[in-house]
């Protein structure tokens, strides 16, 4: 006889505007390491990612809200690097709030689900 197993179910989000996506779980990610390195390089390096690909992302994602998200320092003594806006910052935790929602709704409804004969 089998034992019964306990399923969970999982899903991906992404927010998208009228020109394409705006932020998913590997754009957060790249948000939250941008802001812990101060810098966009840093970030795609840690990620494995070209600069070319992190920079295109960060345009994407600055391109498609009020304020930016990410903003470049300029270089000079202390050199350059960016950092993220307060919406930047704000993005991060709206999208993982709703991820969290999601997640927890999806396992709510999976228990209601029986996959037996029954």
């Not at 019964?4 to 991906?12: A, D, F, L, M, N």
């Not at 020109?19 to 810098?39: P, Q, T």
């Not at 960060?58 to 960016?82: A, D, F, T, Y």
Request: charged residues 30%; glycine residues 10%.
């Amino acid at each position: 006889m089998a034992t019964k197993e306990e399923y969970t179910i999982k899903s991906r989000i992404w927010i998208r505007t009228k020109n394409g996506a705006f932020l998913g779980f590997g754009r957060v990610a790249l948000l939250k390491k941008i802001d812990e390195y101060g810098s966009i390089s840093k970030a795609a390096a840690d990620m494995k990612m070209s600069y070319k690909k992190a920079w295109e992302l960060v345009n994407s994602m600055n391109s498609q809200h009020s304020s930016p998200l990410v903003i470049r320092k300029i270089g000079g003594k202390g050199g350059g690097g960016s950092v993220l806006s307060a919406a930047g910052k704000n993005a991060i935790k709206v999208f993982e709030d709703l991820a969290q929602k999601n997640d927890d709704f999806l396992n709510d409804r999976m228990k209601e689900i029986q996959f037996d004969d029954e």
